[in-house]
């Protein structure tokens, strides 16, 4: 396994492998790497000759009062587990590698960023959008793995690069979660003791809903409030959003048919947490006709 920081020498090297041939697996990150990041991990290996991840926390991101400098790091771990787990290079460059000089350009999300994360982080997907197309650009890829923990990401990203003609397949890769349903997520090391207890709290909400649209029900705000009670009554966290819309396209639904995506975000004291679950909703049968 190889650890570059220059993204020329990361061009050169996967130019180089192309013209053997070998196809190319990539797994963006922000590092501290946990058992949900080895999980695309796991699917790029099988899938591709080559596996690169980018560990890079990019601060275009991250909003003036978000946790940039406090985002959790640990790129020893990180190589190590990268190593084990069958990847072949680990892009980690610094900021200065990424942006040597203030962009010339303004790279701009006008669909899907104005719901969610991206209502409650304006300019989030701005940046995400920018350094992904960056990193593809460098990286080279055939096929990106993203995460479906972060479902809006992964709907704007999936838009990128159809709209941007990129050569890249995307696979969306499942939310890998602890035994008691807890997303797995790099900021769960700031959730305090007693929060880490409560967390788990927040995917039950979302099977509760789910629970509820399989008995039949087809109201959106029914199930809001259902999510939005048990959050309430099971946590000391405080609710930044709780959406239904359809995926991937984020729209809002006046009733549930058809792919829609239950999203929740919670803050506790240092960490804010994001879950959801995207479901197949058929119409409601209509009742039987009698004879
Ligand atoms: P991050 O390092 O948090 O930016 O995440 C890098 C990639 O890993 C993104 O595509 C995330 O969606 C994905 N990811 C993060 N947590 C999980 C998880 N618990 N399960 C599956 N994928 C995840």
Redesign the pocket.
Known sequence: MQIITAPAMMQQKIRGLKKQGKTIGY?????YLHE??L??IKNAVGENDITVISIFVNPLQFGPNEDFEAYPRDPEKDTKLAREAGVDFIFMPGTADMYPKELSMNIQVTKRAEVLCGRSRPGHFNGVATVIIKLFNIVLPDRVY?????AQ??AIVDGLIAELNFPIQLRA?????EANGL????RNVYLLDEERQQAPELYLSLQKAEKAIKSGERDPAIILQLVKEHIEKNTDGVIDYIEVLSYPQLNEVSSLHGQIIIAIAVKFSKARLIDNIILTVNKEEPPCSEQ
């Open positions: 797994v963006p990150t922000m590092g949900g990041h999980k695309l993203f995460g479906s923990k972060d990401q992964t890769v499942e939310t890998s979660r997303a797995r997520s790099s």
